[in-house]
């Protein structure tokens, strides 16, 4: 390490924010490669993995620039849901995949700008603002679907998702493709834009911010708008996946975002956060579902070790917190 | 000392106490003896490791290297539970009572007396409690009250009733008086005094020096975590402590950098603000140091706050003229609450430093780093700050060197005007003396500088013009050289013109005192 450190300073540099994530993500590959050999790091397997972290990667990516804010968005589920039933009853009504995209994401915005609204303009703290959006998006989900699913044609938003070879760019479905572009464009911006250094500073010390100059109330809604579209465009693809609007799709999906973003280093009091971090914490969280089927390792082992990596990954970061304030 | 020691063995003695955290050595070797039935006042600025001895003391903090005794023998606590079972009790700045319990829960928490299934027995606890109470002698402290009813000075009896109840043979009091009214002083010395007739021995920690001479029996300074030098009071003059507390003569903390006064470029009307600002009507110049006078709580910080646009103006006009007018954000606030607002300690000096002004960072819409470091290099270097580097975290630094960077943040952005809450406060002398060079320079630089402070010669030291707030009402400013420290402590307690208080007694007079000789 120390080699590295004097050699390559500057990726090393890059790495060492996220290196907790992905040493824990390597340790799952390594472990579920030694018991799986052939199955697991398979392409095709790679693929199932990559297309089934989509949805919680990208709804992490907006989770993260909300967490590093000092927030929380416990709606994004309900959003997912809400998006995925608007998103299949435009395609019902026969428009174009783009309109039913659009649709879907306008959806999960308006949601995000209410939160943001709740929490800036009335005060209400971000934890009791988005809970009672989850209750709220959700019912309206279902009144939409009238408690059903919707059955539509998904058109291209079908195939972005479809692991099938026809569909694949470089050998993973678009969709994977599409979250990682995003997941790169939003990773600058957390780190080298306004709105990003802004988030930050507002997570760090809201009072600073303030003092700085800094709009803290337009900066949230902002924040949770974004968190909003991500909520959005992650109901989409899970209707493009479904290829029907599920109003109670996506359960306790949020929970499965915070807990990407939390693995992925994101401190829940605010000022830090990197989405390649959460990203790792999705892929992280995915590969050990995956790994526990493929190995025959029953449901509630999956659960249960999920809840210790969360609550392990929080405590190291907290040693190494302490340690270096000490 | 030796004539104190003579006849009477030590209650406390510590020796060659060494504590470092990381690369900062924070008591480099400290001795201090304390006698039975004394109070002992240890003197020092903020920094100079009087908090950091007194964690050592009670078990907060384990000493790297050193001696401790109590009563003769070996005294090594392992934590503050078992530096209280020795006797030896804390009564921190920041009350560490629960609001929501009464008196009682509180005094007895931690160590309740509990009968079958854990059931609290009320009745056994209260005796000791009606004791502890009895010797404090305040009218509203009942057991069965809530702390959260309280008045501040009560609640500091509070701990003071929860220390005795732990049969303290040392009790630690932090700058106990810093937010009690003169009444409640009053109160808390008769106690002290009492704790002393019983036997009971006080550590001090007081910045006022005129406080210590009230109450205190003998005294220890520490400098940069050492003992600078030890005495008994009234036998060595406060101009002599002072010296020891700050390790310079007094003449050489204040340099002057020649400057001048130019246009006006605020103007402020009968502003009126939220809480306690009434009136302020003033006229700001450029080139310009203003400073601002007053008790705590008379509404100085509320009219900053107004200025800089972080309260609402309640009735009134401000403006901004001249070259200010025309500036995008004319004014930077400096906290006077560098940890909770000034500064976010987490993010980097960087960070911070460029927060009110990202727009210099800017190529296209990406922030750059490289930009970002070479700014706060250059501040960094123009400052004298001492880090590591422009990417370290801002909480690693001495308060002197965070209030640099806070300071640095308003240059950076460029703001035609300065207002400065309490610029000093927790800061290091060394620091002190260069802040006071910077304020200097920057008003040569024609920039108008609204400073607030509770320091007066701070304020006769740097300031071209003083006014005194009294009560939410500015006073009329003044040239500093028809100022004196009485007149504008008369003016602080009293008000001038038709906003004279009635005479205000003596006491309340000397309590002002103390508050500024820092």
Redesign the interface.
């Known amino acids: 390490m120390n080699e590295l450190t004097a050699s390559r300073p500057a990726i090393w540099l890059m790495i060492r924010p996220i290196a907790g994530p992905l040493l824990g993500l390597l340790l799952v590959l390594a472990l579920f490669w030694f018991l799986e050999p052939d199955a697991f790091l398979s392409a095709r397997n790679l693929r199932t993995v990559s297309v089934q972290t989509v949805i919680v990667g990208l709804g992490a990516i907006g989770m993260t620039f909300v967490i590093a804010s000092g927030g929380i968005d416990l709606s994004i589920g309900s959003v997912i849901a809400l998006s995925s039933v608007v998103a299949a009853a435009v395609a019902k009504a026969g428009y174009d995949p783009m309109l039913c995209a659009m649709a879907g994401v306008v959806t999960g915005a308006t949601c995000g700008l209410i939160n943001g609204l709740v929490i800036a303009r009335l005060g209400v703290i971000p934890f009791i603002a988005t809970l009672g959006m989850m209750g709220v998006a959700r019912g309206v989900a279902k009144w939409l679907a009238s408690e059903q699913k919707i059955d539509a044609p998904a058109g291209w938003l079908e195939s972005i998702m479809s692991k099938a070879e026809e569909f694949r760019i470089l050998g993973l479905p678009q969709a994977v493709w599409l979250t990682v572009l995003l997941a790169v464009v939003f990773g600058?911006v957390l780190?080298?834009?306004?709105l990003?250094?802004h988030t930050?500073?507002i997570g760090?010390?809201e009072?600073?911010?303030?003092?700085?100059?800094?709009r803290v109330g337009r900066t949230k809604v902002w924040i949770y708008v974004l968190c909003g579209i991500f909520g959005g465009l992650a109901g989409v693809m899970t209707f493009g996946r479904l290829t029907v609007g599920d109003p109670t799709t996506a359960i306790g999906e949020e929970l499965d975002v915070i807990a990407a973003v939390v693995i992925g280093g994101a401190s829940l009091a605010g000022?830090?956060g990197r989405i390649a971090g959460s990203i790792l914490g999705a892929l992280l969280m995915a590969f050990l579902a995956n790994g526990c089927n493929l190995t025959g390792v029953p449901n509630y082992v999956q659960e249960i070790l999920i809840g210790v990596i969360i609550v392990a990954a929080v405590a190291v970061d907290r040693y190494r917190y302490h340690s270096m304030?000490? | 000392m030796a004539e104190v020691n003579g006849d009477t063995s030590l209650r406390l003695a510590m020796r060659g106490v060494r504590k470092a955290?990381?690369p900062v050595q924070a008591l480099g070797g400290v001795d201090l003896e304390v006698c039975p039935g004394e109070v002992h006042a240890l003197i020092g600025e903020n920094g100079a490791g009087k908090s950091t001895l007194m964690k050592v003391l009670s078990g907060a903090h384990q000493a790297d290297d050193g001696s401790m005794s109590l009563d003769g023998a070996i005294y090594s606590p392992s934590d503050p539970l078992d530096a209280r079972s020795h006797g030896v009790a804390m009564i921190y700045q920041e009350l560490t009572l629960a609001p929501h319990l009464s008196v009682l829960e509180n005094i007895w928490l931690g160590r309740e007396q509990c009968g079958l299934l854990g059931k609290m027995n009320r009745k056994a606890m209260r005796p000791a409690v009606e004791a502890a109470l009895d010797r404090l002698e305040h009218p509203d402290i009942r057991p069965e009250k809530l702390v959260s009813e309280l008045s501040t000075g009560a609640r500091q009896l509070v701990e003071v009733a929860r220390a005795l109840v732990g049969e303290a043979k040392v009790l630690v009091m932090d700058e106990p008086t810093s937010s009690l009214s003169r009444k409640d002083t009053e109160r808390l010395f008769a106690v002290v005094d009492r704790l002393r007739a019983d036997g009971v021995s006080v550590i001090y920690i007081s910045h006022f020096l005129e406080e210590v001479e009230e109450i205190a029996d003998r005294f220890t300074v520490l400098r940069d975590g050492e003992t600078a030098g030890s005495g008994v009071i009234g036998e060595v003059k406060l101009d002599r402590i002072i010296e020891m507390m700050v390790g310079r003569s007094l003449d050489e903390v204040f340099p002057q950098v020649p400057h001048e006064r130019g246009e006006v470029v605020l103007r402020a009307q009968g502003v009126r603000g939220p809480h306690l600002l009434r009136e302020a009507s003033f006229e700001l110049h450029a080139g310009e140091i203003f400073g601002v006078a007053g008790l705590v709580g008379a509404g100085r910080t509320e009219l900053l706050r107004v200025l800089?646009g972080?309260a609402p103006v309640q009735g009134g006009t401000f403006d901004f003229v001249g070259k200010a007018g025309g500036a995008k954000?004319a004014t930077g606030?400096l906290?006077e609450d560098r940890k909770?607002?000034?500064?976010?300690?987490?993010?980097s000096l960087g960070?911070?430093l460029t927060?009110?002004h990202?727009t210099p960072l800017?190529q296209g819409?990406?922030?750059?780093?490289v930009r970002r470091r070479a700014v706060t290099r250059q501040w960094v270097e123009e400052l004298t700050v001492r880090c590591a580097s422009p990417d370290q975290s801002i909480?690693d630094l001495s308060g002197g060197n965070q209030q640099k960077i806070a300071f640095a943040?308003l240059l950076h952005a460029g703001v035609p005007v300065l207002l400065l809450d309490e610029p000093t406060r927790g800061v290091d002398v060394g620091s002190k003396v260069e802040i006071y060079r910077l304020m200097g320079k920057l008003a040569a630089q024609s920039k108008a500088l609204f400073v607030v402070s509770s320091y007066l010669p701070e304020l006769l030291g740097v300031c071209d013009r003083i006014a005194v707030m009294h009560r939410g009402v500015l006073g009329p400013a003044r040239p500093v050289a028809e100022c004196t420290e009485h007149g504008l402590l008369e003016e602080a307690t009293r008000g001038v013109g038709e906003n004279a208080a009635a005479p205000v007694s003596h006491t309340a007079f000397q309590r002002f005192q103390k508050e500024y000789h820092a």
């Open positions: 600058l780190r080298h834009t306004v990003g250094a930050l500073a760090s010390n009072d600073t911010a303030r003092l700085c100059g800094v000022g830090e304030k000490m | 955290f990381g800089q972080l954000s606030l906290s909770e607002e000034g500064l976010a300690l987490n993010l960070e911070n927060l009110g990202l800017l819409p990406w922030l750059s780093h909480g943040r």
